[in-house]
């Protein structure tokens, strides 16, 4: 059975701290991981990684995949109270399209 | 920037009654997703749609459930006689390729 386990379940920070969320997975036959960031509604897309240790960036965002280790973890830096949100990982199985998600971390950045 | 719409954004709705949820994915997508959160839970698949045709389905996608592409932009999913237990909230989703998958608002869905 696919398994995603995020940690921490929650984080309280203040603005300008860096975080570090983390994600384990195992998934059948493993094609790529996505992570996202849902605040109210809708996961928005942040990235898509398929490759180990090559490192994806966007702004204050970056990810980063081991594909050896089974995890891949996602660092802000200089957080924003704007950053607050859930932050879901989602491994997609070799067998189909679907991703499995795990239970997000609930990151809540202090002013 | 396209996006994935969806409506109602709410919809309320008789135990035993059919809904039908609505979806625009991007235009220029062509694999389509259904996936489901019940509140305070992980977000669920429910199943994937290409080629006009159902390419995988979660044990969750059971008869009572239905996908359909009428036309060439629309994607609803259809639960034929709600439960209690299919309040949720409702997200489609579209990719180019199955890779970077886009979602919707989401439709929430209560069952009373």
């Known amino acids: 059975e696919d398994k995603v386990v995020q940690s921490p379940l929650s984080l309280v920070v203040h603005e300008g701290d860096t975080v570090t969320l983390n994600c384990s997975y195992e998934?059948?036959?493993?094609?790529?991981l996505l992570w996202y960031k849902q605040e109210k509604k809708a996961p928005t897309f942040l990235f898509m990684l398929t490759s180990s240790g090559i490192e994806k960036k966007s702004g204050r965002l970056s990810s980063i995949l081991d594909k050896k280790e089974l995890f891949s973890i996602l660092n802000i830096t200089a957080t924003q109270t704007g950053d607050s949100a859930v932050y879901l990982c989602?491994?997609?199985?070799?067998?189909?399209?679907?991703?499995?998600f795990g239970a997000g971390t609930i990151l809540r950045v202090k002013s | 920037e396209p996006e994935v719409t969806q409506t109602p954004s709410h919809q309320v709705t008789q135990m035993g009654q059919e809904v039908i949820l609505r979806c625009v994915p991007i235009?220029?997508?062509?694999?389509f997703y259904w996936y489901r959160q019940i509140l305070g839970q992980k977000v669920e698949f429910l199943v994937s749609f290409y080629n006009n045709e159902i390419s995988e389905k979660s044990e969750i996608f059971d008869d009572q459930f239905s996908v359909e592409r009428p036309d060439g932009s629309n994607f609803t999913l259809k639960i034929r006689s709600t439960k209690l237990e299919d309040s949720a909230m409702y997200f489609c989703?579209?990719?180019?390729?199955?890779?970077?998958?886009?979602f919707g608002p989401g439709t929430r869905l209560t069952v009373l």
């Open positions: 235009s220029n997508h062509l694999y």
């Open positions: 989602a491994p997609r199985p070799g067998y189909g399209n679907k991703l499995v």
């Open positions: 998934v059948t036959n493993f094609r790529s």
């Open positions: 989703a579209s990719s180019e390729t199955p890779n970077e998958q886009f």
